[in-house]
């Protein structure tokens, strides 16, 4: 259980997709300018890294190592996420359209995002059961959910900041981005994944 | 574009201030009833602009592209203060507030995830096996994607997920400034 919980900090803070991985940065910067637009994100994210995690790994245990087709990974991985967002998208628009209306927005952004196949890698070479992949995956959109809401929050405020011209929008966006980085460095040695 | 501005209630008004915020156009009006498609932000951000830069939201509607993702995305407004004085093509600035938005996104993915988790915590407990695991958690989405379903009801019922119109939208307003 103690491995567990230290797996599941690792991934979310200590190897942070965003700020220690680099992964989904785009999304980081692109939807980052209100809190609760990044909410909405990245529980959209974490919903389609989870659930397309748990088919990359039956697939790649049952199909790709089964038959030695290893080499089909990444492009099998890429066309699962596709499915995975379009399974999303049409189980909620058929739960709720309403819901749909409101939140369908974030979902063709997903299918780009290389969080969600950067993870499905880093499942496969972890080697890990089935419950533990899952969790990983679960642990990692929530880290990278985190840092977006906490992005979005100092973007926020950063509006409201009398910033020189200079670093006016994107310039001063990125210098906090990598103080936010440096400041996630200090998880590093609580555990490791 | 209509110079007249309706009359904000109170509650419009309060709902302006902590609401997310967005342009829609009038496609259709039906008696009481006005339904409305939300303008798209492009690459360039200039929704009400986009005809000119390559990616307009007015091609023909066909699988995949713009505007069929569009019109999925049309909703109506039931009795929208001074509806008499809207005309189709006409666009309005819409809002929902923020904690109906974080409501439906922890209905619409945060339900089916911890239904998901929990049952496969559960029969991995019981089982220990990862196909097992990997079935009791496929139905424990399946059993939150219900209970979504249930809630998501609850909530339109309750009309908090129902988008509110705030005000007309200024000609040089895209949903880039909103």
Known sequence: MKEFALMMIGAALVNNVILARFLGLCSFMGVTTRVDTAAGMGLATTFVITVSSMADWAVQTYLLDAYGLGFLRTVTFILIIASAVQFTEMTIKKVSPTLFQMLGIYLPLITTNCAVLGVALLLVEGRMGFLSATMFAFASSVGYSLVMIIFAGLRERLVLADVPRLFAGPPIAFIVAGMLAMAFMGFSGIATS | MSTHTPNLSPANSNAALRSVEGIARVVRIEGDQAWLEPEQTTSCGHCASSASCGVSSREEAGIGTVTSRLQA???????????????????????????????????????????????????????????????????????????????????AARGDLAPRFLRRARPDETCGTV
């Open chain 2, 73 to 155: 995305r049309r909703f109506h407004l039931d009795n929208p203060a001074g509806i008499s004085g809207f005309r189709e093509g006409e666009r309005l600035v819409v809002g929902v507030s923020e904690r109906a938005l974080l409501n439906a996104a922890l209905t619409a993915y945060g339900l089916p995830l911890l239904f998901a988790l929990v049952a496969g915590g559960l029969t991995q407990a019981a089982y220990g096996e990862d196909l097992t695991t990997m079935l009791g958690m496929s139905g424990g989405l399946a059993l939150g994607l219900l209970a979504a379903r249930l809630n998501a009801r609850r909530l």
